[in-house]
Each structure stands twice: as structure tokens, then as C-alpha cells.
């Protein structure tokens, strides 16, 4: 199985600050890759697909990036409603596979 | 609009069996492969597997693959997930998934 490993676990971050969030897959996922944000109490909500296209409805403020086996997020300009739990998920190889997850809140 | 909703859950003891049920709506379902995720309290995501559009190809996470058994009706829009020999670990919330849609989710909860 493709392990993905996602960091930092949590993050404490300021209104209107950038964050960024890394994901680290053990081999070659050749981008496929999705993000996906959690809010407390929902299901998750797919944000970013292909490692760096824009899921429909999710604001520009949320971009991605990478390729091989190093992949980001990155958050500009935080808001409160971005305060929630962030899963990378690997779509390349079965089974499919998520990152641990980060838990990103304001300071 | 897209809609999955899950049904089917709640406490059952350990050993014993489940099924849980996704009634989709909103979109072409035999158009879709469609999966299973679960989360257990607090914790992350765990992919339990997916179905094709006929049933003709079903992939599962290796250590689920003897206890979970994934099934779909597309006469009914309905996507399914049985559940064997549970344990206290399989205690989770279980979402139905489509690419890009989640439903909201269904507790499963093993305790005698």
C-alpha cells in the first residue's frame, strides 16, 4: 500500500495568513492526488483534484501543487470558515489511501 | 443535485453481521463507480473499497476484504456495504462516496 504521510497534524494560523500543508507519498503518485477539507460534525468535501485543479464551487484562495511524490496545499488569505480538518488522499495505486489529516485552527 | 444518504446503522454486537445502504439520487448512478469510507471517532479517513459500474469489478483495502462485501442495485440507485464479524475497531462513521460527492455519513457502532 502507498502510505501518505501529511503535516503538520495540526496548525494554529492567523485571519488572512497563508498556510501550507504537505503531503508526502512513499512512492510516485504521478498527481493523483485530491485534497479534501472536514468540517466538525460534516463529511468531508473534495477541494482539489489531479494535485492542482480546482474541485467546482471551492474558492481560488485554495491551490495545489506538486508532483512525484511531494504534494501541497496551500490556503491564501485564511478565513474563518477554513478553520476544519485537511485530507490528502491518493488515487494513483489500490487501495486508495489518505494522510493522516491536519487540523488547522485560528490563532 | 446530488444526493447520497446512508442508512443502516447503529449498535450491534461483536461477531454479528450489518448492512448498510446508500440511496442515490441526482445523477446518473450506473454511470459511477462508487465506494466506501470510513472514520472512526477522531480519527481519519479509511478507504474500504469501491464498485464499478456493473459489479463487474470491486476493489477492496486488503485487511477489509474478508470481513466487507460491497454490492449495488442500479434498478434502485442503491449502493450497499455488508459488514461481518465486526469488532469494537470497525466502530465508525461509514460514508457512501461518489468522485467529488459525499454522503453524510451513517454510525456504526460494536459493543455488546
Known amino acids: 500500500d502507498i502510505q501518505m504521510t501529511q503535516s503538520p497534524a495540526s496548525l494554529s494560523a492567523s485571519l488572512g495568513e497563508t498556510v501550507t500543508i504537505e503531503c508526502r507519498a512513499s512512492?510516485?503518485?504521478?498527481?493523483?492526488l485530491a485534497w479534501y477539507q472536514q468540517k466538525p460534525g460534516n463529511s468531508p468535501q473534495l477541494l482539489i483534484y489531479d494535485a492542482n485543479s480546482l474541485a467546482d464551487g471551492v474558492p481560488s484562495r485554495f491551490s495545489g501543487s506538486g508532483s512525484g511524490t511531494q504534494y501541497s496545499l496551500k490556503i491564501n488569505s485564511l478565513q474563518s470558515e477554513d478553520v476544519a480538518s485537511y485530507f490528502c488522499?491518493?488515487?494513483?495505486?489500490?487501495?486508495?489511501?489518505f494522510g493522516g489529516g491536519t487540523k488547522l485552527e485560528l490563532k | 443535485e446530488v444526493k447520497l444518504v446512508e442508512s443502516g446503522g447503529g449498535l450491534v454486537q461483536p461477531g454479528r453481521s450489518l448492512k448498510l445502504s446508500c440511496a442515490a439520487s441526482?445523477?446518473?448512478?450506473?454511470?459511477?463507480?462508487m465506494g466506501w469510507v470510513r472514520q472512526a471517532p477522531g480519527k481519519g479517513l479509511e478507504w474500504i473499497g469501491e464498485i464499478n459500474q456493473d459489479s463487474s469489478t470491486i476493489n477492496y483495502t486488503p485487511s477489509l476484504k474478508d470481513k466487507f462485501t460491497i454490492s449495488r442495485d442500479n434498478a434502485q440507485n442503491t449502493l450497499y456495504l455488508q459488514m461481518s464479524k465486526l469488532g469494537s475497531e470497525d466502530t465508525a462513521i461509514y460514508y457512501c462516496a461518489r468522485w467529488g460527492y459525499w454522503g453524510q455519513g451513517v454510525m456504526v457502532t460494536v459493543s455488546s
Open positions: 512512492e510516485d503518485i504521478y498527481s493523483n
Open positions: 488522499q491518493q488515487y494513483n495505486n489500490y487501495p486508495w489511501t
Open positions: 441526482g445523477f446518473s448512478f450506473n454511470d459511477y463507480w
